[in-house]
């Protein structure tokens, strides 16, 4: 039998990687990991304060957001996962996307589930190790159906949302979805935009998220050191191993992204 060895920084990220799973998998069988009331939103933004700071983020346009200036979906997710709000933009339900309302919400479960005290993710962090070859092959996963299906389209988007108080579950891998930092560097939950390209959903969901003042990120894959996409795709590979494509279509996003640690920056220091 051939033996692979494997060096120290590979171990790591192998090691980072199966504990990650590890937490995702007790979270989705409901197994309990700490003393908390599954029903507590108590630490992450409400209706109306979603619904102001992305209300705020997209009125800036697709000029400082990039992508096609639509109107988004937000959603945030507590600790253990449980959908605490779902927000829109728009004049009405109809305005964004509305496939994006159940994908707001993943992309915010996502990002809770693979992040921790001491090591965030963003949605779109988790891209290159989901592709076939990488070693994240098969995470990606559909949302609980009776979840994001369920109840009056009438009630969608706004405080009797019909997801709230329940699990959505699913893994999305592209931007848009990240984890949220309480002042003291505790992991409070997820929060997730959708409805315009990728890319943009990232920037516009790193705006509320400082916004909010919940981005007291303690380390990340990207520069900063941060939750940031990396855009380093190149022939389909990505050389770190955490990286996102650029985005096709309206405004390019590629500047915007890599300059928002230097003008909207994360972590304790900010």
């Not at 994908?103 to 190790?129: D, P, Q, R």
């Not at 380390?219 to 770190?240: E, R, W």
Request: glycine share 14%.
């Amino acid at each position: 039998m051939k033996c692979i060895k494997l060096n120290s920084a590979e171990v790591a990220y192998k090691f980072s990687w199966f504990a990650l799973l590890a937490f995702a998998l007790t979270s989705a069988l409901g197994i309990p990991t700490w003393a908390q009331s599954p029903q507590d939103c108590s630490k992450v933004p409400d209706y109306n304060s979603l619904k102001n700071a992305l209300t705020a983020a997209v009125r800036q346009g697709s000029g400082a957001n990039s992508g096609l200036g639509n109107q988004e979906w937000a959603a945030v997710v507590n600790r253990d996962g449980i959908v605490c709000a779902v927000v829109f933009s728009g004049p009405n339900r109809g305005a964004q996307w509305l496939g994006s309302r159940v994908i707001a919400a993943e992309k915010a479960n996502t990002a809770n589930a693979f992040s921790t005290n001491n090591f965030a993710l963003a949605t779109g962090n988790v891209y290159a190790g989901a592709q076939p070859g990488g070693p994240l092959y098969g995470i990606i996963g559909p949302p609980n159906p009776a979840v994001a299906f369920a109840g009056d389209p009438q009630q969608f988007g706004q405080q009797t949302d019909p997801m709230l108080g329940k699990a959505i579950g699913g893994v999305i891998v592209f931007g848009g979805g990240l984890a949220l930092y309480n002042a003291k560097g505790e992991l409070v939950g997820g929060l997730g935009v959708s409805g315009d390209t990728a890319c943009a959903d990232h920037v516009v969901a790193w705006k509320m998220r400082r916004a909010l003042k919940l981005n007291t990120v303690p380390m990340g894959v990207a520069q900063g050191p941060s939750d940031n996409l990396i855009l380093d795709f190149q022939n389909g590979i990505s050389p770190s191993g955490y990286g996102h494509p650029s985005c096709k279509g309206g405004q390019p996003a590629d500047d915007i992204i890599k300059s928002l640690n230097s003008k909207e920056p994360v972590g304790p220091k900010h």
